[in-house]
């Protein structure tokens, strides 16, 4: 393996020729991988798809699915389907690929470790994370926090201080002006009736913090509503396995087993969604507000089942479970994190 150093200047040089980087966030990306092991692993999942397969060789032969590649605790949110029900879940697919799908558990698990305060133990985490993910794997749905996953409720409420950091956060974004095939598509979102106010860039991220993102905020009902455009590039696991394919993103996030986002579109190389507080990802310190749980985690798990259900060659995972060995994630996450803090504690430097 080069050293992360190495891989940095490689994958970003890379980014370059995918979309137009903006360079200010992506210095604010370099800060973030400076600021703890867990924001290393949310800013670096080019690194993990470049290692795991050295670092953890006995799982590389384990059964191959769309995965979501960059799963961690922060990889989860909330949005309304088409009949307006709100939803939970997994919410970003940027990094999506077709990869052994014991990768995913290993840096979901690897995630909740690096996490900062919460306080579950290693043994503790993957109990949870395997119970659920079997759980999920004999019946994949979609979770429905008004119906059958009503505890889930106060972690997926937007609450008075989200809403208002919600739209604090509107507010500051920067006017913008995009290119005009990516104003029309984020005008085309828009409901009849909607009067643009303005475009705005936004920075936000962990791994995509670099790549162009957009907002239009239109005044509609009495209210405002905003529509995002972010670039899509293919994932990182493309990049580090030298191979070409075109991003997995609506794939993944449409699968039999999801209630999708019916906003979720892909046009002139950006993802199209709607934001709002009820639309959002949460984040850390919404878990640590309400704490990590066993329950919690196995949800997450369950989630990610539930994406990789819906891929052919799905039906070989429950076997290749039973096939392994007790502690096979556990060891495999001690892997992951030394390999995770060796690589912080170097870049840190």
Known sequence: MGSIGQDVAAYESWLRKQCDVVDADLDAKHRRMRKS?????????????????????????????????????ENYGTWRDADARLVWGINDFDEAAVMPYAFDLVRLT????????????????????????????????????????????SYANPTKRTNGEYWQEVDRCPDAKPAG??????????????????????????????????????????????????????????????????????????????????????????????????????????????GLTEDLLAAMAADLAAVHAASKGSGAIAKDL???????????????KEATKQDFAAYAQ
């Open 110 to 153: 690897t995630s909740a470790v690096l996490a900062p305060d919460l306080n579950l133990s290693l043994a503790d985490l993957v109990k949870a994370v395997l119970k659920g993910y079997k759980s999920g794997l004999a019946s994949p749905h979609a979770v429905l926090p008004d119906e059958g996953s009503g505890w889930m409720r």
């Open 37 to 73: 092991g867990f924001d290393f692993l949310r800013a670096t999942y080019f690194r993990w798809a470049r290692t795991i397969e050295t670092l953890c060789p006995s799982l590389a032969t384990a059964p191959q699915v769309l995965c979501i590649g960059d799963i961690h605790l």
């Open 181 to 290: 095939e990516v104003k029309e598509a984020l005008k085309a979102t828009l409901p009849d009736g909607a009067k643009v106010q303005r475009f705005a860039s936004r920075s936000k991220g962990g791994g995509s913090l670099g790549r162009p993102r957009f907002h239009v905020i239109a005044s509609w009902n009495s209210g405002r509503i905003v529509r995002e455009a972010k670039a899509l590039v293919p994932s990182a696991w493309v990049w580090a396995h030298e191979v070409s394919e075109p991003n997995r993103f609506l794939e993944a996030a449409f699968g039999a087993y999801r209630s999708p986002d019916p906003h979720l579109r892909c046009e002139a190389g950006f993802l199209l969604r709607r934001v709002a507080p009820d639309s959002r990802k949460i984040d850390v310190d919404d878990v640590q507000a309400k």
């Open 322 to 336: 039973d096939r392994r060995p007790k502690k096979w994630l556990e060891e495999a996450v001690g892997v992951a």
